[in-house]
C-alpha cells in the first residue's frame, strides 16, 4: 500500500493548511489512519489519528483544539488551523494495523514519504 501526502506548503503563523493523505489505487479498508511529524532536528511525533470509521480521533496535547483530522473512503485529512513555528515539521501519514491506531508509531504498518509544513513568523 503507497500512501501519498499533499497540501503541505509555507504559511505564515496563524494561518491554516489542510494537508491530505491519498492511498495509491486502493483505500484504507478498515484500518486507522495517523499523522505524525518530524521536527527539524528532532524525532518524529503523533500528531492525530482517526479510526477506521472515523468515529474516534486523538490528538497529541501540542495541537488539540487546533487541528482537526476527518476521513473518507480513499483520503484522510488533517486540517491545521492557527499555525505556530513550533508546527514546522515533516508530516507523515501512516496506515494502521487495525481499526484503532493510537499513538504509538508501533501500531502503523504503511507510511507516506512526508510533506513539509514550514510556518514562518
Known amino acids: 500500500v503507497q500512501l501519498v501526502e499533499s497540501g503541505g506548503g509555507l504559511v505564515q503563523a496563524g494561518g491554516s493548511l489542510r494537508l491530505s493523505c491519498a492511498t495509491s489505487g486502493r483505500t484504507f479498508g478498515n484500518n486507522a489512519v495517523g499523522w505524525f511529524r518530524r521536527p527539524p532536528g528532532k524525532e518524529r511525533e503523533f500528531v492525530a489519528t482517526?479510526?477506521?470509521?472515523?468515529?474516534r480521533s486523538m490528538y497529541s496535547d501540542s495541537v488539540k483544539g487546533r487541528f482537526a483530522i476527518s476521513r473518507d473512503l480513499a483520503t484522510v485529512y488533517l486540517q491545521m488551523n492557527n499555525l505556530n513555528l513550533e508546527d514546522t515539521a515533516v508530516y507523515y501519514c501512516?496506515?494502521?494495523?487495525?481499526?484503532?491506531?493510537?499513538?504509538?508509531?508501533?501500531?502503523?504498518?504503511?507510511w507516506g514519504q512526508g510533506t513539509l509544513v514550514t510556518v514562518s513568523s
Open positions: 501512516a496506515s494502521a494495523l487495525g481499526p484503532y491506531g493510537g499513538s504509538s508509531e508501533e501500531r502503523y504498518r504503511y
Open positions: 482517526i479510526s477506521w470509521r472515523g468515529e
